[in-house]
């Protein structure tokens, strides 16, 4: 190998390794603003389990500014349609004046359902992401993938597992003291 050929060699590594240090550091970002959001998603879940409901929290986002929240109301608003993901799209949609949410990511605590999933195909968001699966009943892969599926006009980049362990746990906690609460219900009455 003569000189030249090496000095080419050379500057071919030394471009793919600061490819591939800007690729790592603009995912390192992402991950950040994930983090981020997702935090805010939770802090909605927290106001469904306020009262009483399955603690599940939504946050949209666009151009890095939130311009939808929502938490599950199922029960308080006696409606199916009051799902976290619903609500917050509502108030997106409004704020775009549009019901394309085209450019928006959706951030998620719980794995979205059929209905939520495939409304977000419907208003062809870019991005879906999730906090923890919902294997019963989750629709952006669990029980089958809406989200990211072949056929459709529209399909959504979906990110998983960011602070998976809070949104759990925070759906466990109730569950937990829901069956405390039903269990002391059931002595009272004896
Ligand atoms: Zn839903």
């Given at each position: 190998m003569n000189d030249s050929t090496e000095k080419r060699r050379q500057r071919f590594e030394e471009r793919q390794r600061r490819k591939e240090q800007a690729l790592a550091e603009a995912e390192a970002a992402q991950h950040k603003t994930d983090l981020r959001y997702m935090r805010q998603a939770l802090t909605q879940a927290r106001k469904a389990y306020a009262l009483g409901e399955v603690p599940i929290g939504c946050v949209i986002v666009y151009e890095d500014k939130v311009i939808g929240r929502g938490y599950n109301r199922r029960n308080t608003d006696k409606?199916?349609?009051?799902h976290a993901e619903i609500t917050a799209m509502k108030k997106a949609a409004k704020y775009l004046d549009d019901w394309r949410l085209e450019g928006c990511t959706f951030y998620v605590t719980l794995e979205p359902c059929q209905m939520c999933s495939g409304a977000i195909i419907q208003a062809r968001a870019d991005r879906v992401v999730i906090g923890c699966m919902n294997?019963?009943?989750?629709?952006g892969g669990s029980v089958m993938n809406i989200l990211e599926?072949?056929?459709?006009?529209h399909k959504a980049k979906v990110t998983r597992g960011i602070l998976e362990e809070e949104c759990s746990r925070m759906l466990k906690d109730f569950f937990k003291s829901l069956r405390q609460k039903l269990k002391t219900e059931d002595k009272d009455e004896l």
């Open positions: 409606s199916t349609l009051s294997p019963k009943a989750g629709c599926a072949d056929g459709f006009n």
